[in-house]
């Protein structure tokens, strides 16, 4: 009996552990990208627009999103890959991490399902410069208005790219993190006429320094931008300064400086004169 009573109990533990493996597999669950996303409390210091230093909470989008774990390849079936990360309305796809390359986009760019789509969020999609070409050449996508390219091997050619691309012109936020886009993208993007319309941008993470600070303070076109992130880049508290200063900049509400080469010790001051109406949060290091 006692031998009988084991075997039982490996049959009902192999059981649950072969039930389990769908939900333990199931992945990060990735919220559609668009909204004002922030680095995470606790990770580094701002200044309030009251004075007081605080931590800055990020904001995920209205859209549930799609909850997939992380794939080695792109999907078999590209095609129906797309539409069933393709929002009811179709103005939203999140294909996040989904790695559908160069390929992918050129199938995403034909579909006429995409014709009134107005958010893409295409996260570690392995597009570069060549998925960027395609995209920003098909007015498949001339009413987008919240663009997601993280991680996906920009230069400064495919930010020029936007920048000079007849349908990006209705672009109101951009997400190019962890890219590699450079003081040359920045300036691209600076002296682009599809930037006027920009209320958040993400340049995280892509070895700006001053000289792209200095293009995005003293571009005319920034006017409306509400959100700038500028985490992990290279600018210095010169850099820092042209932006606090700048008189072009009348919207911004939040300046994110994380990880960059200021000087902590020069910046309360630099701080304490700025000169941009309506900032609210200032985040450092």
């Known amino acids: 009996m006692l031998i009988n009573k084991k075997i039982v109990q490996g049959i009902l533990v192999l059981g ?27 990770k580094h210091s701002s200044y309030g627009g009251a004075g007081k ?26 095609l129906a890959h797309i539409r069933e990360r393709l929002d009811s309305d179709g103005t939203k796809v999140n294909l996040n991490r989904s790695l559908i390359g160069v390929k992918g986009i050129k199938i995403l760019s034909e ?28 007015d498949t996508f001339k009413h987008t208005e919240n663009l997601s390219l993280w991680g996906n091997g920009v230069s400064a050619k495919g930010a020029r790219m936007i920048a000079e691309s007849p349908n990006m012109k209705n ?46 303070a003293n571009s005319t076109r920034f006017a409306n931008l509400k959100t700038l992130d500028l985490y992990n880049n290279r600018i210095s508290t010169e850099g820092m ?20 080469e200021i000087d902590l010790e020069k910046a309360d001051e630099v701080a304490k004169n700025q000169n941009l109406p309506n900032l609210r949060r200032l985040e450092l290091n």
């Open 16 to 42: 649950w552990l072969i039930w389990s493996l769908p939900v333990m597999g199931a992945g990060e669950h990735s919220p559609h990208e668009g909204k004002q996303m922030g680095h995470g409390a606790g």
């Open 111 to 138: 579909m006429p399902e995409l014709k009134n789509v107005k958010s893409l969020a295409l996260q570690g999609n392995k597009l570069g410069d060549k998925g960027v070409q395609i995209l920003t050449g098909s």
């Open 53 to 78: 230093r605080g931590h800055a909470g990020g904001k995920g989008g209205k859209h549930g999103g799609h909850g997939y774990g992380r794939p080695k390849g792109p999907p078999v079936d590209i």
């Open 171 to 216: 672009l109101k936020e951009l997400k190019l993190t962890r890219n590699k886009i450079g003081n040359e993208g920045v300036e691209a993007l600076a002296t682009s006429k599809n930037s006027m319309s920009l209320i958040f941008m993400d340049l995280s993470a892509n070895e700006i320094s001053d000289r792209g600070a200095l293009a995005i």
């Open 241 to 260: 300064k042209a932006l606090l200063q700048s008189k072009n900049l009348k919207s911004l509400e939040m300046l994110i400086l994380v990880r960059n």
